[in-house]
Protein backbone atom coordinates (compact mmCIF):
# COMPACT_ATOMS: atom_id res chain seq x y z
CA UNK A 1 0.00 0.00 0.00
CA UNK A 2 0.81 3.56 -0.81
CA UNK A 3 -0.71 6.34 0.90
CA UNK A 4 -0.49 9.67 -1.27
CA UNK A 5 -1.21 13.09 0.73
CA UNK A 6 -1.37 16.37 -1.67
CA UNK A 7 -0.56 20.20 -0.18
CA UNK A 8 -0.53 23.37 -1.85
CA UNK A 9 -3.64 24.34 -3.39
CA UNK A 10 -5.48 27.46 -3.82
CA UNK A 11 -6.72 30.55 -5.14
CA UNK A 12 -4.31 32.70 -7.38
CA UNK A 13 -4.87 35.45 -10.11
CA UNK A 14 -3.97 34.47 -14.01
CA UNK A 15 -0.69 34.62 -14.77
CA UNK A 16 0.92 33.67 -11.16
CA UNK A 17 2.09 30.47 -9.92
CA UNK A 18 1.75 27.81 -7.69
CA UNK A 19 3.36 24.73 -6.20
CA UNK A 20 1.62 21.17 -5.30
CA UNK A 21 3.65 18.95 -3.79
CA UNK A 22 2.77 14.60 -2.60
CA UNK A 23 3.97 13.58 -0.08
CA UNK A 24 4.15 9.45 -0.60
CA UNK A 25 4.60 6.55 2.49
CA UNK A 26 4.23 3.23 2.69
CA UNK A 27 5.74 1.11 0.07
CA UNK A 28 7.73 3.49 -1.97
CA UNK A 29 10.11 1.79 -2.96
CA UNK A 30 7.91 -0.34 -5.19
CA UNK A 31 6.91 2.98 -7.22
CA UNK A 32 7.94 2.99 -10.81
CA UNK A 33 6.37 6.06 -11.76
CA UNK A 34 4.48 9.34 -10.72
CA UNK A 35 1.85 11.57 -12.16
CA UNK A 36 -0.23 14.31 -11.54
CA UNK A 37 -3.96 14.45 -12.84
CA UNK A 38 -6.43 16.68 -12.35
CA UNK A 39 -10.35 17.22 -12.96
CA UNK A 40 -12.61 20.42 -14.05
CA UNK A 41 -15.92 20.95 -12.64
CA UNK A 42 -18.00 19.03 -15.47
CA UNK A 43 -15.04 17.33 -16.64
CA UNK A 44 -13.38 13.80 -16.63
CA UNK A 45 -10.14 13.47 -14.78
CA UNK A 46 -7.33 14.22 -17.29
CA UNK A 47 -3.82 13.47 -17.06
CA UNK A 48 -1.16 16.58 -16.53
CA UNK A 49 2.50 15.46 -15.91
CA UNK A 50 4.29 12.18 -15.16
CA UNK A 51 7.98 11.23 -13.95
CA UNK A 52 9.59 7.61 -13.75
CA UNK A 53 10.88 7.36 -10.26
CA UNK A 54 14.71 6.35 -10.95
CA UNK A 55 15.67 7.96 -14.22
CA UNK A 56 13.44 11.31 -13.98
CA UNK A 57 11.90 11.03 -17.40
CA UNK A 58 8.82 13.40 -17.79
CA UNK A 59 6.23 13.44 -19.97
CA UNK A 60 3.16 16.66 -20.01
CA UNK A 61 -0.30 16.88 -21.50
CA UNK A 62 0.09 19.09 -24.51
CA UNK A 63 -1.85 21.92 -22.08
CA UNK A 64 0.50 22.33 -19.48
CA UNK A 65 4.09 21.42 -21.76
CA UNK A 66 6.25 24.55 -21.34
CA UNK A 67 4.37 25.98 -18.13
CA UNK A 68 4.35 23.09 -15.74
CA UNK A 69 7.56 20.97 -14.08
CA UNK A 70 7.27 17.98 -12.37
CA UNK A 71 9.62 16.46 -10.56
CA UNK A 72 10.82 14.54 -7.26
CA UNK A 73 13.23 14.10 -4.16
CA UNK A 74 13.41 10.59 -3.83
CA UNK A 75 15.06 10.86 -0.49
CA UNK A 76 11.96 12.52 0.97
CA UNK A 77 9.51 10.54 -1.36
CA UNK A 78 8.00 13.81 -2.34
CA UNK A 79 6.04 14.53 -5.83
CA UNK A 80 6.22 18.21 -6.85
CA UNK A 81 4.38 20.08 -9.22
CA UNK A 82 5.82 23.43 -10.40
CA UNK A 83 2.96 25.55 -12.15
CA UNK A 84 3.80 28.94 -13.79
CA UNK A 85 1.95 31.18 -16.13
CA UNK A 86 -1.34 29.88 -14.44
CA UNK A 87 -5.03 30.23 -16.98
CA UNK A 88 -8.49 29.95 -15.87
CA UNK A 89 -8.48 27.02 -17.61
CA UNK A 90 -6.20 25.31 -15.34
CA UNK A 91 -8.85 25.44 -12.85
CA UNK A 92 -9.69 21.94 -11.18
CA UNK A 93 -8.98 19.35 -8.39
CA UNK A 94 -5.07 17.99 -8.82
CA UNK A 95 -4.66 14.41 -7.52
CA UNK A 96 -1.48 13.04 -7.58
CA UNK A 97 -1.01 9.14 -8.25
CA UNK A 98 1.74 6.51 -7.65
CA UNK A 99 2.09 3.30 -9.85
CA UNK A 100 3.59 0.25 -9.41
CA UNK A 101 3.45 -0.90 -13.07
CA UNK A 102 1.66 0.32 -16.16
CA UNK A 103 -1.64 1.56 -14.11
CA UNK A 104 -1.84 4.09 -11.20
CA UNK A 105 -2.43 2.25 -8.24
CA UNK A 106 -2.82 4.81 -5.71
CA UNK A 107 -4.36 8.30 -5.94
CA UNK A 108 -4.75 10.94 -3.13
CA UNK A 109 -7.60 13.02 -1.64
CA UNK A 110 -6.70 16.00 -4.14
CA UNK A 111 -5.83 19.79 -3.62
CA UNK A 112 -8.05 22.29 -5.16
CA UNK A 113 -6.44 25.36 -7.73
CA UNK A 114 -8.51 28.08 -8.71
CA UNK A 115 -7.18 30.68 -11.14
CA UNK A 116 -9.45 33.66 -11.58
CA UNK A 117 -8.70 35.90 -14.30
Known amino acids: QVQLVESGGGLVQAGESLRLSCAASGRTNSISQMGWFRQAPGKEREFAAS????????RYSDSVKGRFTISRVNAKNTLYLQMNSLKPEDTAVYYC??????????WGQGTQVTVSS
Open 97 to 106: AAAMGFSYDY
Open 51 to 58: ITWLAALT
